[in-house]
Antibody, heavy 120, light 108 residues
Framework: EVQLVESGGVVVQPGGSLRLSCAAA????????MHWVRRVPGKGLEWVSL????????YYADSVKGRFTISRDDSKNALFLQMNSLRVEDTALYFC?????????????WGQGIQVTVAS | QTVVTQEPSLTVSPGGTVTLTCASS?????????PNWFQQKPGQAPRTLIY???NKLSWTPARFSGSFLGDKAALIVSGVQPEDEAEYYC?????????FGGGTQLTV
């Protein structure tokens, strides 16, 4: 059974930094691309970032480009999202998600999400 | 900036059929956009229903299907059940970057 468990969510001040982690289990982690997706309160889902199976390709939404960095540690079956220069509008429930394929084919499994709050 | 558009809300009677659509501001939606469809209920994580236009996951109920309708991607729900009341999101691929639609609130 695929399991994705996010951690690292806290309350942080605007301009601050935060690192989210996602522990993966139940599948061969280094065979698949991985995503981060967020849901802003009162709004819909927003795709944030993608990393390919080998970490060689990364992609970002314009809203986070230059501030967020996605990475992975295949030895630990872990996905990360380094979030810098945080803004109030980054407040959201962040989901880790597994891609259907090694490069990108769409999302098949989701974590339960972790809350990030940016407030002074 | 690419915009993906869905109907904000739809209402259907139990047992009926409803079609949700997903349009791209860049033009016609094609298989190269790998349309994905998700269901999200309050307090729950999203659940994937369809990937790459029409492919189902093992847990996708048979009444859900994906296709194209004109220049849009479509999610068809045939024989709607009360438990299908939820928000539905499409997701399209643009050369590595993905964009969600604004979501459709389906009321049964």
């Amino acid at each position: 059974e695929v399991q994705l468990v996010e951690s690292g969510g806290v309350v942080v001040q605007p301009g601050g930094s935060l690192r989210l982690s996602c522990a993966a289990a139940g599948f061969t982690f280094d065979d698949y691309a991985m995503h981060w997706v967020r849901r802003v309160p009162g709004k819909g889902l927003e795709w944030v970032s993608l990393i390919s199976w080998d970490g060689g390709n990364t992609y970002y939404a314009d809203s986070v480009k230059g501030r967020f960095t996605i990475s992975r540690d295949d030895s630990k079956n872990a996905l990360f999202l380094q979030m810098n220069s945080l803004r109030v509008e980054d407040t959201a429930l962040y989901f880790c998600a597994k891609d259907k394929g090694p490069v990108t084919d769409g999302i098949d499994h989701w974590g339960q999400g972790i809350q990030v709050t940016v407030a002074s | 900036q690419t915009v993906v558009t869905q109907e904000p809300s739809l209402t259907v009677s139990p047992g009926g059929t409803v079609t949700l659509t997903c349009a791209s501001s860049t033009g016609a939606v094609t298989s190269s956009h790998f349309p994905n469809w998700f269901q999200q209920k309050p307090g729950q994580a999203p659940r994937t229903l369809i990937y790459s236009t029409s492919n189902k996951l093992s847990w996708t109920p048979a009444r859900f299907s994906g296709s194209f309708l004109g220049d849009k991607a479509a999610l068809i729900v045939s024989g709607v059940q009360p438990e299908d009341e939820a928000e539905y999101y499409c997701l399209l691929h643009y050369g590595g970057v993905w964009v969600f639609g604004g979501g459709t609130q389906l009321t049964v």
